[in-house]
Each structure stands twice: as structure tokens, then as C-alpha cells.
């Protein structure tokens, strides 16, 4: 399992002021999401397909730029919406883009894989440059290393680009353990990358939170183990009005985890269950 190294690790409870009044509010361990939670990955995703869309409209003969987002926007929709469908591609999300773009350009009758590359490409270049962490999220997650938590960042998707994005916000030193799909061969919501995660941290649910934007993924499978979970609602969107799952927590932000005001938790996380 890949761990860190301990000396390229940012140092906890520098700041004996700042453990011992925050320590009470806080987990002994923390498991954290990266996509939506730490980095904005889906914000500007919109936004990028509309910007390729309009720019290589006029190659497609009869089909104007609003027309293809829209018909992309649907081939999503329907590509990701299953399952196994889902966890099958995310592991090669260039690949994946490409089934998708090709799927919607052939329900405009154009059937091209070449182009769907080309778009695909164009896309993932596009928004490559748009991800980057949340206002405020690396000064959470330094403060919480501070705090004396021990924390596990759990993502799925493909070993490669998430390593990429570890090594670009430079966050490996923030975590004691670091599990990623592409590397485990699980990922969420299979509950054996959370039971790889508490036994990384030598911790037992009781003992953990869970903070993810996922209401299936990050709270309600790891909350039947036990897990309190926080929802990273960075969208502001509210819970589903259907929704049956209900988080221990919701915040907007990360930095919200040190608001200790807003802790709705009386108890200490590990008494409950
Ligand atoms: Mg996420």
C-alpha cells in the first residue's frame, strides 16, 4: 500500500494551542475524498464542454455548437448513469470521454471516432486547467494534520491521473495513507477500500469521519460501518428532496470541519454507534 514518507510530512500539533482547543471537536482519524472535496473537478465541467462544443461545431456539418453540448450533455447523462458502466470507464477517464463524445455524435447521426478523440482531447485539455483545490481546503487539511488527526485520502478513478492531481496540489504530505482505485482494485462504494483506509490509520470506525461529496459513496455505505460522515455539499445544491440517506453532517467548504461552533455532534464521534 503506497504510504508517504513521514519526512515529507507536514508536522502535527505544532501549534499545542490550537490541538488542545480543537482536539475535543475533531476525530482521531479523518478519511477524505479528493474529487468535489479537496479539488473542484466537476465545477467547470460545464462550462469546458460548452467552450469545445461551440470551437468545433463547424466541423460537424448541419449541427451547431448548442446543439452538440446539449447532445453531450444527455450522452453523459446516460453513460454514467450505471453502474458498472461507470466503474468500468472511470479508470481511463480519456477513454471513457472519447465513448461518450462518440455515443453522442453518433445520436446526431455522425459517426466518428477519430473526431470523438479529437473532442475528448480538446476537453480534458480544457479542463485540466480548471482543477484546482477549493478556497481554503490545503490550509484545512495542514490544520487538521495539526490538530493531531490521522488521515487517509480515499478516491477512486484511475492510479495515474490521481496521482497526478497528489502531485500537482503537492498533498501527499498531508495524508498517512493514501488509497486510490487504480491502485487497491476496489474502489468506493466497496466497503473494503474504508476497512483498508481505518486499518492504515490503526483506527476502528468509531473513531472516524468520512467527508465526501457522494451521499451514496461517502455517507451512506461508510455510515453502515460505523463511520461518521460528513457531506461536502459544495454545490449548495441541499440534500435530494427524495433522498433517504441522511448525513451525520453537511458542510459547504472544508474549512467548515474547524468551525467547531457549527458541530452538531455533542458527544465525543467515537460514542456513537
Ligand atoms: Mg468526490
Not at 60 to 85: H, M, N, S
Request: include cysteine; proline fraction near 7%.
Amino acid at each position: 500500500m503506497p504510504f508517504p514518507q513521514h519526512d515529507d510530512h507536514f508536522p502535527r500539533a505544532v501549534d499545542p494551542g490550537l490541538a488542545r482547543d480543537s482536539v475535543l471537536d475533531l476525530p482521531v482519524a479523518m478519511l477524505m475524498d479528493l474529487d468535489d472535496t479537496i479539488v473542484s473537478y466537476s465545477t467547470y465541467a460545464g462550462p469546458c464542454w460548452k467552450r469545445v462544443c461551440h470551437n468545433v461545431a463547424d466541423r460537424i456539418e448541419g449541427v451547431g455548437g448548442e446543439e452538440l453540448y446539449r447532445t453531450l450533455a444527455e450522452a453523459r447523462t446516460w453513460f454514467w448513469a450505471d453502474p458498472d458502466r461507470h466503474r468500468a470507464n472511470r479508470q481511463n477517464m480519456p477513454l471513457a470521454i472519447q465513448r461518450v463524445v462518440h455515443h453522442g455524435l453518433c445520436r446526431l447521426g455522425v459517426e466518428n471516432w477519430e473526431l470523438a478523440g479529437t473532442i475528448a482531447e480538446s476537453y480534458e485539455r480544457e479542463r485540466g486547467k480548471t482543477i484546482k483545490p477549493f478556497p481554503g481546503a490545503l490550509e484545512t487539511l495542514r490544520k487538521l494534520r495539526e490538530c493531531g488527526v490521522s488521515m487517509a485520502l480515499v478516491t477512486n478513478g484511475g492510479a495515474e491521473p490521481q496521482r497526478e492531481k497528489i502531485r500537482r496540489f503537492n498533498l501527499a504530505p498531508f495524508f498517512d495513507a493514501i488509497f486510490i482505485e487504480g491502485e487497491c482494485g476496489y474502489g468506493k462504494p466497496d466497503t473494503r477500500i474504508y476497512m483498508d483506509a481505518l486499518r492504515g490509520l490503526d483506527a476502528t470506525p468509531g473513531d472516524a469521519w468520512m467527508v465526501g461529496d457522494n451521499l451514496e459513496w461517502e455517507v451512506m455505505v461508510p455510515q453502515r460501518l460505523g463511520i461518521y460522515c460528513v457531506w461536502n455539499d459544495a454545490k449548495g445544491a441541499g440534500l435530494p428532496e427524495d433522498s433517504i440517506i441522511r448525513p451525520d453532517r453537511v458542510i459547504g467548504s472544508l474549512p467548515e470541519l474547524l468551525e467547531t461552533e457549527n458541530l452538531h455532534c455533542e458527544s465525543e464521534p467515537s460514542e456513537r454507534n
